[in-house]
């Protein structure tokens, strides 16, 4: 069974590059999933972040594509997401998620358990 | 973008009450619909996805129908555990986006 752990560092100042990471474990060697980050905040509800392959091909929410760049390992044991010049805005739960079924457009049938960044200076 | 909506956006009820939650989409999105379930302070869960189908070990409680623009999600029979927020998700066109939720509480 897969499981997902995001981690980051809690605090971002307006302005600088928000960077997290997601350790996933429980998956088969020589299986590849599609990955995305979803993220939660009060105002926008979830929002779609992104979604990455195990060979690095992409695909990113128009809204947020300019400022945003994901990566997996080889293996599929870490993600990782960092946005750019970051507002109150992006002030959220990151979930870090598996794609379903390699369903494209996404859905996700596992998720981590979220981790909250606060935009603050 | 497909814009999603929910109703009721909360919902009263009682344990073995039958709920059901409406989802609508901005455009047909065939059936190409999922939902989840919420508790405070954790990840949403995968209930059910291309719009009928239950995710394996959920609750077969939990039912799905709908295509085309309008969904909904029915508890058969309310139980404590099912106190949460649900959330219904397109996945027919890019970005994939979720409705805003409906919060069923205890009446």
């Known amino acids: 069974q897969v499981q997902l752990q995001e981690s980051g560092p809690g605090v971002v100042k307006p302005s600088g590059t928000l960077s997290l990471t997601c350790a996933v474990s429980?998956?088969?060697?020589?299986?590849?999933?599609?990955w995305s980050w979803v993220r939660q905040s009060p105002g926008k509800g979830l929002e779609w972040i992104g979604e990455?392959?195990?060979?690095?091909?992409?695909t990113h929410n128009p809204s947020l594509r300019s400022r945003i760049n994901m990566s997996v390992d080889k293996s599929q044991s870490q993600l990782s997401l960092t946005l750019t010049s970051v507002t109150a805005a992006d002030t959220a739960v990151y979930y870090c998620?598996?794609?379903?079924?390699?369903?494209?457009?996404?859905?996700?049938?596992?998720w981590g358990q979220g981790t909250l960044v606060t935009v603050s200076s | 973008d497909i814009q999603m909506t929910q109703s009721p956006s909360t919902l009263s009820a009682s344990v073995g009450d039958r709920v059901t939650i409406t989802c609508r989409a901005s455009?047909?999105?065939?059936?190409?619909l999922a939902w989840y379930q919420q508790k405070p302070g954790k990840a949403p869960k995968l209930l059910i996805y291309?719009?009928?189908t239950l995710e394996s070990g959920v609750p077969s409680r939990f039912s799905g129908s709908g295509s085309e623009t309008e969904f909904t999600l029915t508890i058969s029979s309310l139980q404590p555990d099912d106190f949460a927020t649900y959330y219904c998700q397109q996945y027919d066109s890019y970005p994939a986006n979720f409705g805003p939720g409906t919060k069923v509480d205890i009446q």
């Open positions: 998620a598996r794609v379903g079924a390699v369903s494209r457009p996404p859905y996700f049938d596992s």
């Open positions: 429980g998956v088969s060697s020589g299986t590849f999933y599609w």
């Open positions: 455009q047909s999105i065939s059936n190409w």
């Open positions: 291309k719009a009928a």
């Open positions: 990455i392959y195990h060979d690095g091909s992409a």
